[in-house]
Every structure is written in structure tokens, then in C-alpha cells.
């Protein structure tokens, strides 16, 4: 059973920044999608941005691209979230997700696509 943990929301002012951590647990051997979502009050969840665990490749937001950066560290099952010019539209609830990768076939920023997730952290963003 996979497990996410969050942590390193906060506040903060418009042109700051953050960085959001996710813990995994009980990952088996195999290809993963892992990724962040976010969430605004009468918003569908969104994707912002992934990483295919085996290869390392990356997919964004466009409306993230340039700020954010998705990261992985192996050894400590951890992914973290760089998230830098924060501006209050990127104000929400994030949450860490993952999914495993079937054999060729891609990873997606679709939360219909991810069966387990965090329990999710707050950012938020003052102008």
C-alpha cells in the first residue's frame, strides 16, 4: 500500500517561495507516475507538474513552467516541489499523488489517473 505525506506549505507574499516535500512508503519495484496537484475552493484538482520515476522525465503546467521544478530523490522515496515567483493564483491546496506506470504508456497530469494521495498541503500567497 502506497502512503504520502506532505509537508512545507506555508504563506507567503507574491515573488516568494516554497518547496513542498512528499514522503512515499510502500512503493514495489516498478515504473511510477508521481506527481503534485493543487486545488482551489470550487475548482477541479488540476496538475502541475510530474515525474516518471525510472526515467526521470518531467511534465509541467504551462501555467507553472519557468517557476516550479519537480525533483526526486531515490534513496529517500522523497519528491520534492521548487515553486519560486509565487503569485496569489498559485494559492491551494497540494497534494503529492502517484500511480504505476504500465509498460508504454505515459504519465499524465490527470488526477483520474492517480490512485493514492496525500493528505495535502496548504499554500497560499498574498499579493
Known amino acids: 500500500q502506497v502512503q504520502l505525506v506532505e509537508s512545507g506549505g506555508g504563506s507567503v507574499q507574491a515573488g516568494g517561495s516554497l518547496r513542498l516535500s512528499c514522503s512515499a512508503s510502500g512503493f514495489t519495484v516498478g515504473r511510477y507516475c508521481w506527481g503534485w496537484f493543487r486545488r482551489t475552493p470550487g475548482k477541479e484538482r488540476e496538475g502541475v507538474a510530474l515525474v516518471y520515476t525510472d526515467a526521470g522525465t518531467t511534465k509541467y503546467a504551462n501555467s507553472v513552467k519557468g517557476r516550479f521544478t519537480i525533483s526526486q530523490d531515490n534513496t529517500k522515496n522523497t519528491l520534492s516541489l521548487q515553486m519560486n515567483r509565487l503569485n496569489p493564483e498559485d494559492t491551494a491546496m497540494y497534494y503529492c499523488?502517484?500511480?504505476?506506470?504500465?509498460?508504454?504508456?505515459?504519465?499524465?497530469?490527470?488526477?483520474?489517473?492517480?490512485?493514492?494521495w496525500g493528505q495535502g498541503t496548504q499554500v497560499t500567497v498574498s499579493s
Open positions: 499523488a502517484a500511480a504505476r506506470r504500465l509498460y508504454l504508456r505515459g504519465c499524465f497530469l490527470d488526477p483520474n489517473d492517480y490512485p493514492y
